[in-house]
């Protein structure tokens, strides 16, 4: 695949954007993408530090992969 764009909705919004990017990381399939986009929507002010902390997580590891 030559391109994946990821719309990640706000917490609480439903949706299951994070896990599937981690299912790609955790399985090496992440492989078969030469490049991602990953837009992060926020309303409000970010309260929940879990579901921040997972989006950073993931954001770094994308960050170091090659």
């Known amino acids: ?3 994946l764009k990821v ?3 706000a917490p ?3 949706g ?3 896990m599937i990017m981690q299912e790609l ?8 993408v ?3 986009s990953m837009e992060i929507h926020i309303m409000g002010p970010l309260t ?3 579901w921040s902390n997972k989006t950073r997580n993931i954001y ?3 960050t170091n992969l090659n």
């Open 25 to 32: 990381l955790d399985t090496g399939l992440h492989s078969c």
């Open 16 to 18: 299951f954007e994070n």
């Open 60 to 62: 770094d590891q994308m």
């Open 48 to 50: 929940n530090s879990k």
């Open 1 to 3: 695949m030559d391109y």
């Open 7 to 9: 719309d990640t909705d």
């Open 12 to 14: 609480g919004g439903g």
């Open 34 to 36: 030469r490049q991602y």
